[in-house]
């Protein structure tokens, strides 16, 4: 039976590496947030994903994503030497091949009820090689919807958000150039959370993935995940709280 199977999601990226000597073909241990068997063995429960940087863009050693990619089941058709150092074939549950990926920002501004995105995307009628992004400038309208409190997106945090095509911002030569966006609506989502191992957890029920083994050189924790902080009244008009984020972040 043929078919396909896409997962879209935000992702921690980390051990960025080349595909042997395929220079632009880059691949990354992906931390995906789902439920494991608790009585599975305690494997780091990662991805293995390649990347085709067509555009050179520069991976830090950890980072969040949102990415899209065609998957499958890991399986030992795969060879170790794409693996990062220490790894096991059992540490990876899905290998796959990003088809769009989006950098979420580092910071915030305070003074500035907003956020930008800009996605890169494939359009075949560019043409390969071609950057294809789509700008786009959201923000909280000043309402009374939103007088009392305006919804906030900060980093470490992860959302949704959805609204309403507000205008078409254009260069000097008539060209557009971004997107305005007005939110309607910004949910957040379940963060990553790995419970204690202890007795009656493990016949309690499903628990979130495993975290990874002492013995394992992964970068990334789930126990290092920020605390989201309180929601903070605002009475004044404007954009007063910070919002700078990704999609789906989101």
């Not at 992004?133 to 909280?140: D, S």
């Not at 126990?223 to 910070?242: A, C, H, L, R």
């Amino acid at each position: 039976m043929s078919g396909s199977a896409v997962i879209s999601a935000v992702a921690v990226l980390e051990n960025p590496r080349i595909d042997g000597n395929k220079g632009k073909n880059v691949l990354f241990d992906a931390h995906l947030y789902f439920y494991e068997d608790p009585n599975s063995p305690n494997h780091a429960a990662l991805v293995l994903l390649c990347y085709f940087n067509n555009n050179d863009f520069e991976f830090g050693e950890v980072g969040h994503y949102f990415v899209q990619a065609n998957i499958s089941l890991m399986d030992e058709k795969i060879s170790s030497d794409k693996l990062s150092d220490g790894m096991d074939l059992s540490d990876y549950v899905l290998v796959g091949d990003i088809v769009q990926i989006i950098p979420l920002p580092d910071d915030t501004s305070p003074d500035n009820h907003s956020f930008e995105l800009s996605p890169e995307v494939y359009i075949a009628l560019k043409g390969k090689g071609s950057k294809a992004t789509l700008p786009v400038y959201c923000f909280v309208p000043d309402t009374k919807r939103w007088e009392a409190h305006k919804p906030v997106a900060k980093v470490g945090n992860y959302i949704g958000v959805s609204g309403f095509l507000h205008s078409v911002i254009r260069n000097n030569d008539g060209m557009a150039s971004r997107f305005q966006v007005e939110i309607e609506h910004l949910t957040y989502l379940p963060r990553p959370y790995v419970p204690l191992s202890t007795a009656s957890s493990r016949n309690s029920g499903p628990t979130a993935g495993s975290s990874t083994p002492p013995s394992k050189r992964l970068l990334f924790s789930y126990s290092d995940s920020p605390t989201p902080s309180k929601k903070q009244k605002s009475s004044e008009g404007g954009f007063d709280s910070p919002s700078q984020s990704s999609t789906s972040l989101h």
